[in-house]
């Protein structure tokens, strides 16, 4: 399963870009679908999931500013960022998780190749 994401750049403060991140491959199913991000120097973290039923998953520190959408026709994944901060600047990586087909159903779990967000003051 491959994923293949967009959105990002060089935003301003305030901005609101959006991302998307599109699966791709013999899925049978998906269950969960999320965003990380990655600053320089720290660690991967969660940004948002969400699972099959629709239900959520925020970091405390994008509640209220980001919103996560799934459309599972297309097996995409998006997230809408508003009122971007500096701190917010970062690598985000998709990361979706579900079974694909291949002569039987096998879990698999795929990132993307990642999207950088620099947010400028």
């Known amino acids: 399963v491959q994923l293949q994401a967009s959105g990002g750049g060089l935003v301003q403060a305030g901005g609101s870009p959006r991302l998307s991140c599109t699966a791709s491959?013999?899925?049978?199913?998906?269950?969960?679908m999320g965003w990380y991000r990655q600053a320089p120097g720290n660690q991967r973290d969660l940004v948002v999931r969400?699972?099959?039923?629709?239900?959520?998953n925020y970091a405390d520190s994008v509640k209220g500013r980001f919103t996560i959408s799934r459309d599972n026709a297309k097996n995409t994944v998006y997230l809408q960022m508003n009122s971007l901060k500096l701190e917010d600047t970062a690598v985000y990586y998709c990361?979706?998780?579900?079974?694909?087909?291949?002569?039987?159903?096998?879990?698999?779990?795929?990132w993307g190749q990642g999207t950088l967000v620099t947010v400028s003051s």
């Open positions: 990361k979706v998780e579900g079974t694909y087909y291949r002569q039987g159903y096998f879990p698999f779990g795929s």
């Open positions: 491959g013999n899925i049978e199913k998906i269950n969960f």
């Open positions: 969400i699972n099959s039923g629709g239900n959520t």
